[in-house]
């Protein structure tokens, strides 16, 4: 087990944005002990466990207060999990077809890079700030964990200039790539979501891939997920959702020439048996998965 010292040195953590990655590493915990489980990830509930923020949060489905029916664990836990499996599916296919490398924008505290069977040698870059990847450092560091990718971290601000460092860090342009912004942009300002998917776009070779995640819209902040998540661990999601309206991301991609497919999450629950379907004042039915790839011309 790892244990909380030292990684409270590390600012930013336990709040704000990198608090929201806590809550998704304690969900992905929760799914790997559910009897359906999605997706396992043996590493998430360490990460938990090392930050005095979550250490009481629960990493277990037996701990989870009402089950299925607790909105924060139950169904917006089931909603990450789902997420987790769909994207992971996303990226191994990716690299399967031909995608020569891997890029995490916004990584979090996923350990995609420690728990997929990736090919031999496959560069999967991780980029974050630098508080959440010296504490995901520390905690991974203190399990001897071993990538099962040949693993780069970056780390960067995504609102700033990134593809320099992700250059430097070996990442070649030329190659086809699995792109991946998962619970990213709704936290960016329109004018920084703009910026990622130009620099997307102008770094992809032909061949590329991307899949990433929006909202279209903020829902009302009474809703039961929003309430419980600030009554059970103290996140005001809402009011770290940056407020602008949104850009059309994927109709970005179209006019520069991308293949797009828009889903919502339910049209993969019902894929993967997962037991979510719209609700009165849902938090989940304006979010939007994308899925787009730069064609290669012939």
Known sequence: MVTTRGTEDIEGIGSGVGRTALMVAAARAIEATRPDSLVRDGFARHFVRAARASG???????????????????????????????????????????????????????????????????????????????????????????????RTTVAVDLCEDWAGPLRDAGFDPDVPTAWLAEGLLLYLPAVAERRLVSTVDRLAAPGSCLAFEVKLGVEHPGGPIYRSAKDQIGVDLTALFDAEPR??????????????????????????DADLVPEHQDALASNRWTFAGKPVRR
């Open 247 to 272: 850009p059309d991301s994927a109709g970005a991609l179209r006019a520069r020439g991308w293949e797009t497919s828009v889903r919502t999450p339910f049209d993969f629950a019902a894929e993967h």
């Open 56 to 150: 009481e949060w629960p990493v277990h489905w037996h701990d989870v207060p009402g089950g299925a029916a607790n909105p924060l664990w139950g169904r917006l836990g089931r909603y990450f999990g789902l997420r987790t499996r769909v994207l992971d599916d996303f990226l191994l296919g990716a690299v399967r077809a031909g995608a020569g490398q891997v890029v995490l924008l916004g990584a979090g505290l996923d350990s995609r890079a420690f728990r997929l069977a990736w090919p031999a040698g496959c560069p999967v870059f991780e980029l974050d700030r630098p508080d959440v990847l010296a504490f995901k450092r520390q905690v991974l560091d203190e399990l001897g964990a071993t990538a099962t990718a040949a």
